[in-house]
């Protein structure tokens, strides 16, 4: 053995044939022993460097777009002989020979749960649901790849004799390896991108589950033939009997088992703890048995993985108790144990040359797979480029494969060397390329105008309810009623359930027909009875709802939303608030939270976040005994104001509705820029039709605020807190205006919802009254002067007449009703 030989490098190429028994455990430095030269403090020493070194690497370069697999492989690289583990003296103390094997269990104890956990969370029935668009691109995806890898190999075969540095054997296998994929490589990817639930990610979790398994039964079959050389054929035939067999067992019996765990569960109650350590005790049994029937130990736990019921409750415990520690714990071990042997710089040229041309054939030969069919599925090109690259990555079960190849002599030391170092170079470099290059918010960009201001009263209104408890169902049945669904302008009503995706990767969006609850979204029962009831309660064909269950990952189930909203063509998003006020204080959601800020962050339609105190519903209830329900306006200036004023107006039209108007108008303000001018004279126009809508109804009223500072206007705001039932305000103002300067160094308690808001609902605020906080459309930035208040429609006499306005904009008439000075 070479000097220069790590010693984790040199167990790999080397046979032991004794070890003097001696104390697993140190009795500490104190009594004379060094921990290192026991089995058990070095352990834990491994596992403690690959964990933290994987960790740090991963905070790196998570900000560059890479996946958790590349952090776990550099880590391996950089203990290894190709970095810092040549000739060092730390790491030849960190890992003496004598810990190789006890390491290399860990290491394989960690990849086999792990395996376990993905295969818990993928949903087997997307390969049956796959449409003809994911089977034939998955289908091509395997074929079209290896036939160029077959073609290619075929012709260095031929450039290079049985006596060249690359036999035509080696030539065949690299090219059948390089062809694989994997639906775990591609799941987890779309995961560490948050691209799970985009439309990019469906298809292509579903194209990988047609591929992976065309490519698993490929390699199955390689092994199995190779094992072939050394044994009978009758031993052969025992192999693939007992791998159906196994097959068979998991299917028949352990699955149908973990059944019967989850219906002896309560719903609504964790899965017994005896239930989970029933199936850890499966995972080493099939495990075992995978290895006595000749097969590799992985293949029982991803099977059976692949057998467990997602979701809750038996699929989310099992994840729960055991991702994090295996994923960040006890697998670095393994990258660590895969790569110690790795040195890309003793690698031959002639190796070199092959696994490179090979790899780019592979590369093309995936990239144009899927390409192709997808221009035909009519599939935007750079989504279809983005999807190839998605199906070229590759991951920790190509990195197992090699492994396993590498055992059985079907690749050498140098191929195996340089393959890994080729999956780490190629995904490294893919993964920022597709976040780079498919980006879901760009398609959230409409072309019409969305909103309740751009929907005439004639007009259907299409709205999209989001909820994320049960308990919020009553407040927003209250906001769709008070929307006023009537004959002339009818309400059709998306309702999505939304729920965190727990002990799955795939999201799913199950759609609940009339009559029926999809089984897949059992929780979601109430309130799709709730809305069921209350659509009959309104007959006549006023009201429809669609009823929805979306559940996905909280950090990226905006994009769901957006998606929804842009498909059916929604112009007012609600959202419940996430903090929910109880009898005896309130509860906050931080994940809601998160959810809403990204859906007003980008959202393709107008959003109305709702903060629900009770006062809606006891209004509704009341009316029913002749009583009014008050809504208030407070509107100062700006699209958000104009957009909360047409919704009003809405609701105004409700004869059991009374609205105010309380407009603020800031003492001799004067429009600066274009911009302002134009807003200006839409608001006036806006609050000109409220007055001409409400001459003859005498429970709408408008009161006008003059005011000079912040001051002024926070106690206008103040005063209106317990006026109302419900307060409508506008998210964003022109902070560049005087009676905003003052509030600049206001902390705001909950910035999502601007500074009025803000100042209706914190903590230290006395409003009893429930609030909706409306923002316009965003993305669209031609929308910003939409309607009949487009910018081509204020004509240079209106802007000259906006310029000299009166601060009070009193220059018409006022309705009855009418109020002026201080409330």
């Not at 005896?274 to 075992?288: K, Q, R, T």
Request: hydrophobic fraction near 45%; glycine fraction near 6%.
């Amino acid at each position: 053995m070479s000097n220069n030989t790590t010693s984790l490098e040199a167990a790999l190429n080397i046979t032991w044939v004794c070890q003097t028994m001696h104390q697993v455990r140190s009795r500490g430095l104190f009594f004379g022993d060094n921990p290192f030269h026991f089995p058990a403090p070095v352990l834990m020493a491994q596992l403690i460097v690959s964990a933290s070194l994987s960790l740090l690497i991963h905070a790196i370069l998570t900000p560059l777009g890479e996946s958790a697999f590349i952090s776990m492989m550099l880590t391996g690289f950089f203990l290894g002989p190709s970095v810092w583990g040549h000739n060092n003296e730390i790491l030849k103390a960190l890992y003496p020979l004598k810990s190789f094997y006890i390491n290399e269990t860990f290491a394989f104890l960690g990849c086999l749960l792990f395996m376990f956990v993905v295969g818990a969370k993928m949903d087997m029935s997307m390969l049956i649901r796959a449409g003809k668009k994911a089977e034939v691109i998955g289908f091509l995806s395997f074929l079209v790849p290896l036939t160029f890898n077959l073609t290619t190999a075929s012709f260095l075969a031929k450039r290079n004799p049985n006596s060249g540095p690359v036999p035509p054997n080696l030539l065949y296998h690299m090219a059948a390896f390089q062809s694989v994929s994997s639906f775990h490589v591609i799941t987890c990817l779309l995961a560490d991108l948050n691209l799970l639930n985009s439309e990019l990610g469906q298809l292509a979790v579903s194209s990988s589950m047609v591929s992976g398994t065309c490519s698993w039964v490929m390699v199955i079959f390689i092994f199995i033939a190779r094992q072939d050389n050394f044994v009978s054929t009758t031993a052969m035939m025992w192999t693939y009997l007992s791998s159906l067999f196994l097959l068979l067992l998991v299917i028949l019996v352990l699955r149908p088992i973990m059944y019967v765990m989850i219906r002896n569960t309560p719903e609504g109650k964790p899965i017994r703890e005896g239930y989970i350590l029933i199936i850890f005790i499966m995972v080493l049994v099939m495990a075992l048995s995978g290895e006595v029937c000749g097969q590799h130990f992985l293949l029982g736990p991803v099977v059976l993985g692949l057998a467990v019921p997602d979701g809750p409750p038996l699929g989310t415990a099992i994840v729960q108790r055991l991702e994090s520690f295996v994923t960040w714990i006890l697998l670095p071990s393994y990258f660590v144990y895969s790569v110690a042997g790795v040195n890309v710089f003793s690698v031959d040229c002639s190796i070199v040359t092959s696994v490179a041309t090979l790899g780019l054939t592979s590369f093309m030969g995936k990239v144009v797979a899927v390409i192709v069919p997808s221009m035909y599925f009519k599939i935007p090109l750079m989504d279809a480029l983005s999807l190839g690259l998605v199906m070229s990555s590759q991951g920790i079960t190509d990195v197992m494969m090699l492994q396993q190849a590498r055992l059985l002599f079907i690749l050498d030391d140098q191929t195996y060397s340089f393959m890994v170092a080729a999956i780490v170079v190629v995904t490294g470099v893919l993964t920022p390329l597709i976040k780079l290059l498919y980006q879901p918010s760009k398609r959230l960009k409409s072309s019409w105008k969305r909103g309740i201001q751009h929907t005439t009263q004639n007009m259907e209104l299409r709205m999209l309810v989001c909820i994320y408890h049960p308990e919020c169902t009553p407040s927003l049945i209250s906001i769709l009623e008070m929307s006023n669904p009537a004959t002339k302008s009818p309400i059709c009503c998306y309702v999505i359930h939304l729920m965190e995706l727990a002990g799955r990767l795939s999201p799913i969006l199950v759609h609940h027909r009339r009559g029926t609850i999809s089984s897949q979204a059992q929780s979601s029962s109430h309130i799709v009875n709730a809305f069921r009831f209350y659509e009959e309660q309104n007959p006549g064909g006023n009201l429809s709802v669609n009823l929805f269950t979306a559940i996905s990952p909280f950090n990226t189930v905006h994009e769901e939303v957006h998606r929804i909203s842009l498909e059916k063509r929604a112009s007012m998003l609600v959202l419940p608030f996430h903090r929910q006020w109880k009898i005896h204080g309130f509860e906050d959601d931080p994940k809601v939270r998160s959810v809403n800020r990204h859906i007003l962050h980008k959202s393709p339609c107008s959003v109305g976040v709702y903060v629900d105190r009770g006062t809606l519903q006891r209004c509704l209830i009341q009316t029913a005994t002749a009583l009014l329900c008050s809504i208030g306006v407070i509107f100062i200036q700006g699209r958000d104001d104009r957009e909360a004023l047409a919704y009003a107006m809405r609701m105004g039209e409700k004869p059991s509705v009374g609205v105010t108007l309380v407009h603020v108008v800031e003492t001799d303000y004067q429009p600066t820029t274009v911009n302002s001018c134009v807003d200006f004279e839409l608001d006036y126009q806006l609050v000109c039709d409220f007055k001409i809508a409400t001459v003859a109804r005498r429970h709408h009223v408008y009161m006008e605020e003059n005011v000079s500072d912040s001051v002024e206007m926070v106690n206008v705001i103040r005063r209106c807190e317990n006026w109302f039932d419900l307060i409508l305000v506008g998210r964003h103002h022109d902070r560049e205006s005087v009676i905003y300067k003052g509030l600049a160094e206001w902390n705001s308690e909950f910035p999502e919802l601007g500074f009025v808001g803000d100042i209706l609902v914190a903590s230290d605020s006395q409003c009893q009254a429930s609030v909706l906080v409306v923002q316009q459309q965003r993305l669209d930035m031609s929308a910003d002067y939409g309607g009949s208040y487009d910018r081509g429609s204020v004509t240079d006499d209106a802007m000259s007449t906006v310029t000299g306005a009166s601060s009070t904009i009193a220059n018409p008439w006022r309705p009855n009703k009418v109020r002026s000075g201080k409330l």
